[in-house]
């Protein structure tokens, strides 16, 4: 009918795994748990952390590893090394090979004698998905003990034969599948002897030895016949059904087919009724449990809430008091702080505007007074007005930050051309740009109309404009330019100076005396200007911030609301 591939009866059949007996490692962990001997022993008695370690190793044996993980660090109770198997058999299950064999090497566990087995089958599971050689290893180990497990020896034969067969060392696979059939009759267990026969049909068919095959094979199924186990006899029929084909009985393959259909839909079934059975099963163990914890609690619940609440009003109480303290404290820090500040900005006022007028007229005097034609004379005379017109600059600077900290200072805003501010802050600064040879233009400010307190404006601008020129060195260039951005107009201030340190530039904007930076003539800045603009700029419902330019030197950015006319 159709060609058959070797390894279709080799996949089935060796991955159909105990056929729902349970192997040596579920047994191992089922003895190992007390709520499972105490079922056994009808003792109706539960423990919770029993019944923990038994839902961890129920739901690795149903295959449910998150689960099982769960159950298992919710487990207080066990003793440690069984903690670390049946977890280092779930990361196995679930292929996290890393980690599996730090918990099956584990220091804990060798130390124990009884567990020597357990730990050499683990082992052995373990490589054999990864080491089959190492696997076998550890196969040979556990054989060269005087005392075995029955089940455990035959696991470890079989083990060896599937991996010699993989191997396709079918003479060594041979040797451990009639080690294996000796036993099996020797102990009357028709289950595994169904196994092995099975296991013998397919070695053979892998070498090409049909007809011996199906010998094996029809012996297989008439052991099975009589047993219970639908797993075995649905996959001893699907290999009859292939070999039978390879033979090409047609009618024979065709009856073995149909065997095979009925009982997968028989197992079907039977894994609804078992998945069920479980669910019920778990729903009651859970259900007692909750009823004893419900009783538990009860017991304790009016003593626990008594205390609680006991304790609850002590901390509000102690708390309430340290709170009201604290309220009172700064209550008080706070009046001082008030009047401190008003007298701070009282005093910086007062000295600020008591000093503008002997300063304003000496400076009108040096512009008045004409010297001689004497070089010394006339540098000395510069220098003495630059000096003036900083220190005047410098108070300005200070009665109108002293006015914005105090809340007097009046803003009063409208729309106003942005044009001719400019033109008359360049006006006010064209002498000490010609003296320091700095070319300064502006573009692409005509048409703006700026929204804002043009008075505070003109500070801003004078302020950047001041700084742009201290820190431009001769020759240099200053430009004021403008961008359109949505509902702003970005104001750039860019110079060629030296421009600003990155450690600087993150906190410009805070008043702090260790930042002062010295201009091109080695002059300190306090940097009040800058938090003035900032003040100023904010007042207006702008933003500003400062950058250094790549090219060098410093752009300062304006955002403020704004309009263009036609």
């Known amino acids: 009918m159709f060609s058959i591939k070797r390894y279709t009866v080799f996949f089935v059949f060796l991955h159909y795994g105990c056929f729902s007996q349970t192997g040596y490692i579920d047994d191992w962990f089922s003895n190992n748990c007390d709520y499972c001997v105490s079922l056994n022993a009808k003792q109706k008695k539960l423990d919770k952390d029993k019944i923990t370690w038994h839902k961890a190793h129920i739901a690795f044996e149903n ?22 198997i049946l977890q280092g058999h779930i990361f196995l299950r679930l292929g996290v090979y890393d980690k599996v064999k730090k918990y099956f090497n584990d220091s804990i566990l060798k130390k124990n004698e009884k567990y020597n087995l357990l730990i050499l089958k683990s082992l052995a599971d373990f490589y054999e998905k990864k080491n089959k050689d190492s696997a076998i290893v550890y196969y040979k180990k556990i054989l060269k003990y005087n005392t075995i497990p029955y089940k455990l020896e035959n696991e470890v034969h ?33 289950l595994f002897l169904a196994r092995i026969f099975s296991s013998l049909g397919n070695l053979y068919f892998e070498q090409y030895q049909d007809k011996k095959a199906k010998k094996y094979f029809d012996t297989a199924y008439t052991v099975v016949k009589p047993l219970k186990n639908l797993r075995i006899k649905s996959n001893i029929s699907h290999n009859l059904y292939i070999v039978s084909e390879a033979l090409k009985e047609h009618k024979q393959a065709i009856k073995y087919l149909k065997e095979y259909n009925v009982f997968q839909d028989s197992i079907q079934k039977e894994n609804t009724i078992w998945q ?24 304790n619940v009016f003593i626990v809430l008594a205390i609680a609440t006991l304790l609850l009003l002590v901390v509000i109480y102690f708390f309430y008091k340290k709170l009201q303290q604290k309220h009172q404290q700064i209550g008080v820090l706070n009046e001082e702080l008030k009047e401190v500040n008003a007298l701070k900005n009282q005093i910086f006022s007062i000295v600020a505007h008591d000093l503008r007028s002997p300063v304003a007229l000496l400076k009108q005097k040096f512009q008045v007074y004409e010297p001689k034609e004497n070089k010394e004379t006339i540098t000395i005379n510069k220098d003495v007005v630059s000096v003036i017109d900083s220190l005047s600059f410098l108070l300005d600077n200070l009665l109108n930050w002293s006015l914005s900290q105090s809340n007097l200072l009046f803003v009063q805003k409208d729309w106003f051309p942005l044009l001719p ?3 008359q802050i360049e006006h006010q600064y064209q002498s000490l740009l010609q003296e320091k040879k700095i070319e300064f233009t502006s573009k692409d400010l005509n048409s703006v109309l700026i929204f804002g307190d043009m008075e505070l404006f003109k500070i801003v601008l004078r302020n950047c404009l001041d700084n742009a ?38 906190t410009l904007f805070e008043l702090d005396a260790q930042k002062a930076q010295k201009d091109t003539e080695g002059r300190k800045s306090s940097g009040l200007g800058l938090h003035l603009v900032k003040s100023m700029i904010e007042l207006n419902d702008g933003m500003i911030s400062i950058e250094n330019n790549p090219q060098g030197g410093t752009i300062v950015n304006i955002s403020i609301l704004h309009k263009i006319i036609a």
Do not use: W
């Open 158 to 190: 079989e083990s060896l034969a599937y991996i010699n067969l993989s191997k396709r060392q079918f003479g060594k696979a041979e040797i451990s599948y009639k080690i294996l059939l000796k036993k099996c009759k020797k102990n009357n267990d028709s």
């Open 469 to 506: 020129i201290k820190f431009t060195p001769i020759g240099g260039t200053i430009m004021i330019s403008g961008v359109v951005e949505s509902e702003f107009f970005k104001l750039r201030i860019q110079d060629s100076g030296v421009g600003i340190p990155e450690t600087v530039l993150k």
């Open 276 to 299: 069920v059975a479980q669910q019920k099963e778990v729903f009651n163990i859970e259900k007692k449990q909750v009823e004893i914890d419900k009783r538990t609690a009860q017991r």
């Open 421 to 423: 501010v400019v033109k």
């Open 63 to 84: 295959k449910d590893y998150k689960k099982a993980n769960y159950y298992l660090l919710s487990d207080k109770h066990s003793f440690i090394e069984k903690k670390h």
